[in-house]
């Protein structure tokens, strides 16, 4: 099965600073590469995803890119703020197997 | 469209009991997927089904069991509770197609086993 891997596992940084969480995957079958936002209480969504065939994806404040062959996909948060402060997850799509959420990582974004 | 619906939103159960949750997935999604939420373990696969068949499954023991009907709409049954079956208990739809992925998350049932 896929074994994923974030790191690190909670971030802290001062608001308007950028924020950077790494993803690490084990399933060369994967092609789908997603980023999960959820917040305090609320139920996990998507903010951001590529395919196995592009590099790097932005939308406004974040981005995401890719590496295929070391098989690791990151999230790129810019100018951060108190909203941004959530559990990230990382399940990489498109293998054998069902879905690998993880533990995420715990972003806290300090006034 | 409606989003995903979860039943009960909140349960208390005692060790020994069983429980039965419900989910309708998104109108037209035809994939259902599982998930246990829990502080120290993070979100993890229970299962997924799709036209009524599981199609995956994750690492738990067999007290925990789903099936899928015609409509779509998900059960997932938790058998003979342990306290440490205590978790928020997410499940999410997609349309099932090849290729589409996004999971669309109910609001959640939080179970808790006393």
């Known amino acids: 099965g896929e074994n994923v891997e974030q790191h690190p596992s909670t971030l802290s940084v001062q608001e308007g600073d950028s924020a950077v969480i790494k993803c690490t995957y084990s399933d060369s079958a994967s092609n789908y590469f997603p980023w999960y936002k959820q917040e305090l209480g609320k139920r996990p969504q998507l903010i951001i995803d590529i395919r196995s065939n592009v590099g790097e994806k932005k939308d406004q404040r974040i981005a995401v890119t890719l590496n295929k062959t070391a098989k690791h996909f990151s999230l790129h948060i810019t100018e951060t703020q108190p909203e941004d402060s959530a559990v990230y997850f990382c399940?990489?799509?498109?293998?054998?197997?069902?879905?690998?959420f993880g533990k995420g990582t715990h972003l806290i974004i300090q006034p | 469209k409606a989003g995903v619906t979860q039943t009960p939103r909140y349960l208390i159960k005692t060790r020994g009991q069983q429980v039965t949750l419900s989910c309708s997935p998104i109108?037209?999604?035809?994939?259902v997927s599982w998930y246990q939420q829990t502080p120290g373990q993070g979100l993890q696969f229970l299962f997924e089904y799709f036209s009524e068949t599981q199609r995956n499954k994750g690492n738990f023991p067999g007290r925990f069991s789903g099936r899928q009907f015609s409509n779509s709409r998900s059960e997932m049954n938790v058998s003979t509770l342990e306290l440490g079956d205590s978790a928020l208990y997410l499940c999410?739809?997609?349309?099932?197609?090849?290729?589409?992925?996004?999971?669309?998350f109910g609001p959640g049932t939080r179970l808790t086993v006393t």
């Open positions: 399940p990489p799509g498109g293998g054998a197997d069902g879905l690998t």
């Open positions: 999410a739809s997609t349309p099932g197609l090849a290729g589409a992925y996004e999971q669309y």
């Open positions: 109108s037209g999604h035809r994939s």
